[in-house]
C-alpha cells in the first residue's frame, strides 16, 4: 500500500528536515530553547503515534544517554555556574538525538537525510550563483543582525553571508553557507550526505538519480571553499573510489584511461592555486599548509592544548561561564566539551562516535568527517550527531548490514554490482 506508506513516512521525512535544520541553522538564539522543546516534544508524539522500527538495543541508549545527562547536570551542580541554560540545551540535543532512533531507522534516515541535503545543495547553489551575478539580489530579504563578524540576509532556505566590514548594508561572502551560520558548518552536512551516499552504494543498492544527486552534493561542497570541507570530500571519495565510479557507470577501460589524466590535471590546479594569492582558495591552502604555518593547528583548537591543560585541570568541567569569562574562542568542540563539561562526557561521547563510525565499509573517511567536523565546528553534541552517535549503540552493525539487504534486495529486482 504505497499511499499509506507515504502518509507515514511524510512526519517523519519533516523531522529528518527539522532534525538537520535545528543541528546547522544560523538563526536560533532568541527562540533558541522553545524550538528544542517543541522539538523534543514532537520526537515524544512521534514515538508514541508511530510504529516500532526494530531499535536492537534500547536499553543501553537509555543507559549511556542517562549516564551523559547526569554528567552534564553535575558540572552545573559541582560549578554552581548560575546561568542553566547551557545545561538544559545539552541534555536536550542528547534526548532527541535518543528518540530520533526510535523513530528513524538508519535505512529511513540515510534515504532521507541524501535527499535533503541534495535539494539543499541544488538549491544553495543556484542562490549563491544569483548572488555572485546580481548581489544587489539579496537587499529583497530579511537582513538578520548575528552577534559575530557576519549578518545574515534571510532567504528562508538560503543564507546570504555578509560582512560588516564593508559598510552598513555589506557584499555577499564568495563563500556558499546554504543553511548554516557558516560555510565550514555547512560543508560537513553535505560530506556526511557524501559519506551515506556512496556507503548506500556499497551496499548493493543503485538508484538512477544517484549521479544527479552526487553531482549536486559536490558542488555544495565545492562552492563553500572549505579547506577542511574539500579535504574531508577528498578522502571519503578516495576511500569509496569503486563505489564512486560504479555510480557514474564507469567501466575497468574507462577508469584506466579516465582516472590518470584527472588526477594530474586536478593536482596541477591544486599546484597553481598554491601559487596565485589572488584567489580565495590559493590563499587558505597556502597560509593553512605552508611550511611552518601554525595556522591549521590554530583552526582545529590544538594550540589551545597547552594552556587549557595548564589553567583549566579538573577533569570534570569548570562549566560554561567560567570558559566565557575568559573571553577566548576556541572551535575545536572537542577540547570545548572537555574543558566545559569534563572529560567523562566527553570521552563517553566520543566513544559512541568511534562504535558508530566503525559500522561503515571504511571507518576512517567517516572518522575524517567526524574528526574535522568537531574540530573546526560546535556540532559535537547536536542532535543529528548525537542521533547517529546512539544509533551506533542501538543498531549493531550486522544488524543495518542484514536489514539493509534483506529489505532493498528482491528477486525480482535484483542489485547490479554486487561487492563479493
Wanted: hydrophobic content about 50%.
Amino acid at each position: 500500500m504505497p499511499d499509506t506508506s507515504r502518509r507515514m513516512n511524510a512526519p517523519r521525512y519533516v523531522f529528518v528536515v527539522l532534525l538537520v535544520y535545528l543541528s546547522g541553522s544560523a538563526f536560533m538564539p532568541q527562540w533558541y530553547a522553545p524550538k528544542l522543546i517543541a522539538m523534543t516534544m514532537l520526537a515524544l508524539v512521534l514515538l508514541a503515534t508511530g510504529r516500532s522500527f526494530g531499535v536492537r538495543d534500547g536499553r543501553a541508549g537509555l543507559a549511556v544517554l542517562m549516564l551523559l545527562v547526569a554528567s552534564v547536570l553535575l558540572v552545573a551542580l559541582h560549578t554552581g555556574d548560575p546561568d542553566l541554560g547551557p545545561y538544559l540545551t545539552v541534555p536536550l540535543h542528547l534526548t532527541v538525538g535518543f528518540l530520533a532512533c526510535y523513530i528513524l531507522e538508519p535505512r529511513f534516515f540515510r534515504d532521507a537525510y541524501i535527499n535533503v541535503m541534495a535539494a539543499s545543495a541544488l538549491i544553495s547553489v543556484a542562490l549563491y550563483l544569483v548572488a555572485r551575478i546580481a548581489p544587489s539580489v539579496i537587499s529583497f530579504f530579511p537582513l538578520r543582525m548575528s552577534t559575530e563578524s557576519y549578518d545574515y540576509y534571510d532567504a528562508g532556505v538560503h543564507v546570504f553571508l555578509v560582512s560588516r566590514a564593508v559598510g552598513e548594508q555589506g557584499i555577499p561572502l564568495d563563500r556558499n553557507s546554504g543553511f548554516a551560520w557558516e560555510p565550514g558548518a555547512y560543508q560537513v552536512f553535505l560530506n556526511l550526505a557524501i559519506l551515506l551516499l556512496v556507503q548506500r552504494r556499497a551496499q548493493t543498492v543503485e538508484r538512477r538519480k544517484d549521479r544527479i544527486v552526487a553531482l549536486a552534493l559536490v558542488a555544495g561542497v565545492v562552492t563553500t571553499l572549505s579547506t577542511g570541507g574539500y579535504l574531508t570530500m577528498a578522502v571519503i571519495l578516495s576511500a569509496y573510489s569503486r563505489e564512486v565510479f560504479a555510480i557514474f557507470g564507469m567501466t575497468r577501460h574507462l577508469i584506466r584511461y579516465a582516472v590518470g589524466p584527472v588526477a594530474i590535471v586536478a593536482a596541477g590546479l591544486l599546484f597553481a592555486a598554491r601559487d596565485v594569492d589572488a584567489t580565495f582558495i590559493g590563499e587558505k591552502f597556502t597560509r593553512e599548509f605552508s611550511n611552518g604555518s601554525v595556522l591549521a593547528l590554530e583552526r582545529i583548537g590544538l594550540d589551545r592544548v597547552g594552556f587549557v591543560a595548564s589553567d583549566f585541570q579538573s577533569i570534570f568541567g569548570v562549566g560554561f561561564t567560567a570558559w566565557l569569562d575568559t573571553e577566548l574562542s576556541l572551535w575545536n568542540s572537542v577540547i570545548h566539551s572537555a574543558v566545559t563539561l569534563g572529560l567523562p562526557f566527553t570521552l563517553g561521547l566520543g566513544a559512541l562516535y568511534v562504535r558508530y563510525c566503525r559500522q561503515y565499509r571504511h571507518p576512517v573517511a567517516a572518522l575524517a568527517l567526524m574528526t574535522v567536523a568537531f574540530s573546526t565546528e560546535a556540532l559535537f553534541w547536536r542532535m543529528l550527531f548525537a542521533y547517529l552517535a546512539f544509533s551506533g549503540v542501538m543498531y549493531a552493525s550486522s544488524h543495518l548490514q542484514s536489514r539493509t539487504q534483506a529489505t532493498e534486495s528482491s528477486p525480482a529486482s535484483p542489485p547490479r554490482g554486487t561487492q563479493k
